[in-house]
Protein backbone atom coordinates (compact mmCIF):
# COMPACT_ATOMS: atom_id res chain seq x y z
CA UNK A 1 0.00 0.00 0.00
CA UNK A 2 1.10 3.48 0.07
CA UNK A 3 3.59 5.23 2.58
CA UNK A 4 2.99 8.33 4.41
CA UNK A 5 5.90 9.37 6.12
CA UNK A 6 5.98 11.43 9.31
CA UNK A 7 9.21 12.97 11.01
CA UNK A 8 10.42 13.18 13.64
CA UNK A 9 8.69 9.97 15.37
CA UNK A 10 9.69 11.89 18.56
CA UNK A 11 10.70 15.62 19.59
CA UNK A 12 12.14 16.96 22.69
CA UNK A 13 11.46 20.80 23.10
CA UNK A 14 11.83 23.61 25.90
CA UNK A 15 8.62 25.55 26.47
CA UNK A 16 8.88 28.48 23.90
CA UNK A 17 10.79 27.11 21.24
CA UNK A 18 8.96 26.09 17.78
CA UNK A 19 8.51 22.61 16.46
CA UNK A 20 8.69 21.58 13.04
CA UNK A 21 6.56 18.49 12.25
CA UNK A 22 6.89 16.62 8.66
CA UNK A 23 4.51 14.59 6.76
CA UNK A 24 5.18 13.08 3.05
CA UNK A 25 3.57 10.97 0.89
CA UNK A 26 6.62 8.85 -0.50
CA UNK A 27 4.54 7.12 -3.38
CA UNK A 28 1.70 9.39 -4.23
CA UNK A 29 0.28 12.95 -4.64
CA UNK A 30 -1.09 13.81 -2.21
CA UNK A 31 -3.78 16.88 -2.22
CA UNK A 32 -5.14 16.97 0.78
CA UNK A 33 -3.60 15.99 3.84
CA UNK A 34 -5.64 15.56 7.65
CA UNK A 35 -3.32 16.83 10.95
CA UNK A 36 -4.48 14.82 13.92
CA UNK A 37 -4.07 15.00 17.56
CA UNK A 38 -4.34 12.32 19.85
CA UNK A 39 -4.31 12.67 23.34
CA UNK A 40 -2.87 9.37 25.76
CA UNK A 41 -5.79 6.72 25.70
CA UNK A 42 -8.04 9.26 23.09
CA UNK A 43 -9.60 9.43 19.86
CA UNK A 44 -7.61 11.47 17.30
CA UNK A 45 -9.11 14.98 16.71
CA UNK A 46 -8.93 16.71 13.41
CA UNK A 47 -6.67 20.26 13.83
CA UNK A 48 -6.94 20.64 10.05
CA UNK A 49 -7.06 20.11 6.72
CA UNK A 50 -4.11 20.64 4.43
CA UNK A 51 -4.82 21.88 0.86
CA UNK A 52 -1.80 21.65 -2.03
CA UNK A 53 -1.22 25.45 -3.10
CA UNK A 54 -3.88 27.03 -0.58
CA UNK A 55 -4.77 27.69 2.83
CA UNK A 56 -5.36 25.06 5.42
CA UNK A 57 -8.51 25.09 6.92
CA UNK A 58 -8.85 24.90 10.38
CA UNK A 59 -11.15 23.42 13.06
CA UNK A 60 -13.33 25.47 15.07
CA UNK A 61 -10.84 25.44 18.22
CA UNK A 62 -7.69 25.23 16.99
CA UNK A 63 -5.45 28.49 17.09
CA UNK A 64 -4.00 28.95 13.57
CA UNK A 65 -1.31 31.16 14.69
CA UNK A 66 -0.06 28.93 16.81
CA UNK A 67 -0.45 25.76 14.30
CA UNK A 68 1.08 26.83 11.31
CA UNK A 69 0.43 24.25 8.48
CA UNK A 70 2.53 24.42 4.88
CA UNK A 71 1.53 22.32 2.17
CA UNK A 72 4.27 23.08 -0.22
CA UNK A 73 3.94 20.65 -2.77
CA UNK A 74 2.10 17.43 -3.45
CA UNK A 75 4.02 15.44 -1.38
CA UNK A 76 4.93 17.24 1.67
CA UNK A 77 3.13 19.26 4.45
CA UNK A 78 4.55 20.57 7.36
CA UNK A 79 2.63 21.57 11.19
CA UNK A 80 4.57 23.97 13.10
CA UNK A 81 3.81 24.23 16.56
CA UNK A 82 4.75 28.04 17.85
CA UNK A 83 6.01 29.36 20.74
CA UNK A 84 5.50 25.55 22.41
CA UNK A 85 4.15 24.88 25.83
CA UNK A 86 3.87 21.84 27.84
CA UNK A 87 0.10 21.51 27.29
CA UNK A 88 1.14 20.99 23.78
CA UNK A 89 2.45 17.88 24.35
CA UNK A 90 0.22 15.15 22.77
CA UNK A 91 1.00 13.12 19.42
CA UNK A 92 0.70 14.71 16.20
CA UNK A 93 -0.64 12.15 13.17
CA UNK A 94 -0.54 12.96 10.26
CA UNK A 95 -2.91 11.33 7.02
CA UNK A 96 -2.82 11.78 3.47
CA UNK A 97 -4.72 10.14 0.29
CA UNK A 98 -4.03 9.80 -3.50
CA UNK A 99 -6.08 11.05 -6.00
CA UNK A 100 -8.38 14.11 -6.82
CA UNK A 101 -11.73 15.36 -5.57
CA UNK A 102 -14.39 12.66 -4.95
CA UNK A 103 -11.62 10.12 -4.18
CA UNK A 104 -12.88 7.21 -2.37
CA UNK A 105 -9.76 5.13 -1.40
CA UNK A 106 -8.02 4.71 2.03
CA UNK A 107 -6.71 6.77 3.66
CA UNK A 108 -2.90 6.71 4.92
CA UNK A 109 -1.39 7.16 7.94
CA UNK A 110 2.18 8.20 8.89
CA UNK A 111 3.69 6.82 12.13
CA UNK A 112 3.07 9.75 14.31
CA UNK A 113 5.04 12.15 15.95
CA UNK A 114 5.38 12.49 19.76
CA UNK A 115 6.03 15.95 21.25
CA UNK A 116 6.99 16.54 24.76
CA UNK A 117 7.67 19.90 26.02
CA UNK A 118 9.51 20.84 28.69
CA UNK B 1 -22.59 17.37 18.67
CA UNK B 2 -20.94 14.44 17.82
CA UNK B 3 -20.47 13.00 14.09
CA UNK B 4 -19.54 9.69 15.07
CA UNK B 5 -20.24 7.88 18.07
CA UNK B 6 -18.49 4.58 19.40
CA UNK B 7 -20.46 3.92 22.30
CA UNK B 8 -18.36 0.68 23.95
CA UNK B 9 -15.35 1.96 25.48
CA UNK B 10 -14.17 -1.14 25.84
CA UNK B 11 -14.96 -4.58 24.90
CA UNK B 12 -13.57 -7.81 25.63
CA UNK B 13 -14.03 -11.52 23.27
CA UNK B 14 -12.81 -14.93 23.87
CA UNK B 15 -10.35 -15.90 21.27
CA UNK B 16 -11.63 -17.23 17.77
CA UNK B 17 -15.42 -15.82 18.85
CA UNK B 18 -16.72 -12.95 16.54
CA UNK B 19 -16.99 -9.70 18.35
CA UNK B 20 -19.37 -6.32 17.34
CA UNK B 21 -18.22 -2.96 17.50
CA UNK B 22 -20.62 -0.33 17.27
CA UNK B 23 -20.18 2.89 15.50
CA UNK B 24 -23.36 5.16 14.45
CA UNK B 25 -22.89 8.29 12.28
CA UNK B 26 -24.84 11.44 11.86
CA UNK B 27 -24.66 13.63 8.42
CA UNK B 28 -27.26 15.14 6.18
CA UNK B 29 -25.44 14.34 3.19
CA UNK B 30 -26.26 11.75 0.65
CA UNK B 31 -22.43 11.10 -0.12
CA UNK B 32 -19.94 10.16 2.48
CA UNK B 33 -17.65 7.17 3.61
CA UNK B 34 -16.98 5.27 7.08
CA UNK B 35 -13.76 3.86 7.58
CA UNK B 36 -12.56 1.52 10.84
CA UNK B 37 -8.88 1.75 11.70
CA UNK B 38 -6.97 0.10 14.10
CA UNK B 39 -4.80 0.99 16.37
CA UNK B 40 -2.63 -0.99 18.50
CA UNK B 41 -0.26 -0.05 21.35
CA UNK B 42 2.87 1.17 19.03
CA UNK B 43 0.58 3.97 17.79
CA UNK B 44 0.57 3.83 14.07
CA UNK B 45 -2.88 3.64 12.52
CA UNK B 46 -3.88 0.23 10.26
CA UNK B 47 -7.04 0.33 7.88
CA UNK B 48 -8.92 -2.26 8.15
CA UNK B 49 -11.74 -1.71 6.10
CA UNK B 50 -14.02 0.75 3.80
CA UNK B 51 -17.91 1.65 2.58
CA UNK B 52 -19.27 4.18 0.40
CA UNK B 53 -22.55 5.66 1.30
CA UNK B 54 -23.98 4.43 -2.08
CA UNK B 55 -22.37 0.91 -1.58
CA UNK B 56 -25.26 -1.40 -1.52
CA UNK B 57 -23.48 -4.10 -0.53
CA UNK B 58 -21.11 -4.66 3.35
CA UNK B 59 -17.94 -4.24 2.70
CA UNK B 60 -15.74 -7.12 3.47
CA UNK B 61 -12.20 -7.50 4.11
CA UNK B 62 -10.67 -10.96 5.71
CA UNK B 63 -11.78 -11.45 9.07
CA UNK B 64 -13.74 -7.92 9.00
CA UNK B 65 -16.65 -6.76 7.30
CA UNK B 66 -18.49 -3.54 7.60
CA UNK B 67 -22.41 -4.38 8.45
CA UNK B 68 -23.91 -1.08 7.27
CA UNK B 69 -27.36 -0.34 8.09
CA UNK B 70 -27.81 3.20 5.99
CA UNK B 71 -31.75 3.91 7.63
CA UNK B 72 -30.25 3.54 11.16
CA UNK B 73 -26.71 4.99 10.42
CA UNK B 74 -24.63 2.43 11.92
CA UNK B 75 -21.79 1.06 10.29
CA UNK B 76 -20.46 -2.00 12.59
CA UNK B 77 -17.33 -3.40 12.74
CA UNK B 78 -17.74 -7.30 12.87
CA UNK B 79 -14.15 -9.36 13.55
CA UNK B 80 -14.79 -13.07 12.93
CA UNK B 81 -12.81 -15.75 14.39
CA UNK B 82 -10.80 -12.93 16.70
CA UNK B 83 -7.18 -13.43 17.58
CA UNK B 84 -5.08 -12.56 20.29
CA UNK B 85 -3.48 -9.70 17.87
CA UNK B 86 -6.90 -8.30 17.40
CA UNK B 87 -6.20 -6.48 20.69
CA UNK B 88 -6.15 -2.63 20.41
CA UNK B 89 -7.86 0.71 19.46
CA UNK B 90 -10.65 0.48 16.97
CA UNK B 91 -11.88 3.21 16.03
CA UNK B 92 -15.00 4.24 13.33
CA UNK B 93 -14.65 7.86 11.05
CA UNK B 94 -16.52 9.13 8.28
CA UNK B 95 -15.19 11.29 5.35
CA UNK B 96 -17.29 14.30 4.35
CA UNK B 97 -17.21 15.67 0.71
CA UNK B 98 -17.23 19.49 0.97
CA UNK B 99 -17.73 22.02 -1.50
CA UNK B 100 -14.56 22.55 -3.98
CA UNK B 101 -13.88 18.61 -3.86
CA UNK B 102 -12.08 18.91 -0.15
CA UNK B 103 -12.58 16.25 2.24
CA UNK B 104 -12.76 15.96 5.41
CA UNK B 105 -12.53 13.14 7.88
CA UNK B 106 -13.22 12.76 11.71
CA UNK B 107 -13.17 9.94 13.91
CA UNK B 108 -14.68 8.44 16.88
CA UNK B 109 -13.61 8.00 20.22
CA UNK B 110 -13.05 4.33 20.00
CA UNK B 111 -13.52 1.03 21.40
CA UNK B 112 -10.86 -0.42 23.35
CA UNK B 113 -11.24 -4.57 22.10
CA UNK B 114 -9.05 -7.17 24.19
CA UNK B 115 -8.85 -10.46 23.10
CA UNK B 116 -8.98 -13.32 26.11
CA UNK B 117 -6.65 -16.85 25.27
Known amino acids: GAVVSQHPSRVICKSGTSVKIECRSLDFQATTMFWYRQFPKKSLMLMAT?????????EQGVEKDKFLINHASLTLSTLTVTSAHPEDSSFYIC??????????????FGEGSRLTVL | AQKITQTQPGMFVQEKEAVTLDCTYD???????LFWYKQPSSGEMIFLIYQGSYDEQNATEGRYSLNFQKARKSANLVISASQLGDSAMYFC??????????????FGTGTKLQVIP
Open chain 1, 95 to 108: SARPGGAGETGELF
Open chain 1, 50 to 58: SNEGSKATY
Open chain 2, 27 to 33: TSDQSYG
Open chain 2, 93 to 106: AMREFLSGGYQKVT
